[in-house]
Antibody, heavy 122, light 107 residues
Framework: EVQLVESGGGLVQPGRSLRLSCTAS????????MSWVRQAPGKGLEWVGF??????????EYAASVEGRFIISRDDSKSITYLQMNGLKAEDTAVYYC?????????????WGQGTVVTVSS | EIVMTQSPATLSVSPGERATLSCRASQSVNSNLAWYQQKPGQAPRLLIY???TRATGIPARFSGSGSGTEFTLTISSLQSEDFAVYYCQQYNNWPRSFGQGTKLEIK
């Protein structure tokens, strides 16, 4: 089955770090760009960041709100995309979705995970 | 950063009628505009990309139009399963940005 499964969410204190994982199955992760999108409770969608596939440089882009604090990486051999979140703030509380972004959809998400909840609170 | 503004915030329409949702960009995004649908408790789903191209499996009653700064999503004859929140997103510039969403509710 083609799917994405996020993990690693939970309750974390402000200022601490957390690493989310997104495990891909049913397809070759290395063939795709990947993104992270979040949604605060009762709010709209917020784009977090994007990582290109290795043939396209493997580089990343970030939202201004997370630039310098969050890092997206990938381990294609393990079929996992990561979101390293440092210096967490209360406003980072959200459901975090990872997405598969194929070239044939203009590098837009055609597959989403179920999301993992991150709560930043003391 | 490009700011995306959707209107209205909530739209009440009867089943079988047409719904028209708007999205405005703070600067030109050419045709690099996508629309998503999100139902409660579910992840979003890509409907339209390139301002007017339907994604795989999206019914023909969904259509997108516009370019530059003004965009429209039209649902020609609303079905019960279409009542949801709709988001536009520009992907012309980094960082990508979403609109705040339009909730389409049953009248």
């Amino acid at each position: 089955e083609v799917q994405l499964v996020e993990s690693g969410g939970g309750l974390v204190q402000p200022g601490r770090s957390l690493r989310l994982s997104c495990t891909a199955s049913g397809f070759t992760l290395g063939d795709y760009a990947m993104s992270w999108v979040r949604q605060a409770p009762g709010k709209g969608l917020e784009w977090v960041g994007f990582i290109r596939s290795k043939p396209y440089g493997g580089t990343s882009e970030y939202a201004a709100s997370v630039e310098g604090r969050f890092i997206i990486s990938r381990d294609d051999s393990k079929s996992i995309t990561y979101l390293q979140m440092n210096g967490l703030k209360a406003e980072d509380t959200a459901v975090y979705y990872c997405t598969r972004d194929p070239r044939y959809f203009d590098w837009l998400p055609d597959l989403w995970g179920q999301g993992t909840v991150v709560t930043v609170s003391s | 950063e490009i700011v995306m503004t959707q209107s209205p915030a909530t739209l009440s329409v009867s089943p079988g009628e047409r719904a028209t949702l708007s999205c405005r960009a703070s600067q030109s995004v050419n045709s690099n505009l996508a629309w998503y649908q999100q139902k409660p408790g579910q992840a979003p789903r890509l409907l339209i990309y390139g301002a007017s191209t339907r994604a795989t499996g999206i019914p023909a009653r969904f259509s997108g139009s516009g370019s530059g700064t003004e965009f429209t999503l039209t649902i020609s004859s609303l079905q019960s399963e279409d009542f949801a929140v709709y988001y536009c997103q520009q992907y012309n510039n980094w960082p990508r940005s979403f609109g705040q969403g339009t909730k389409l509710e049953i009248k």
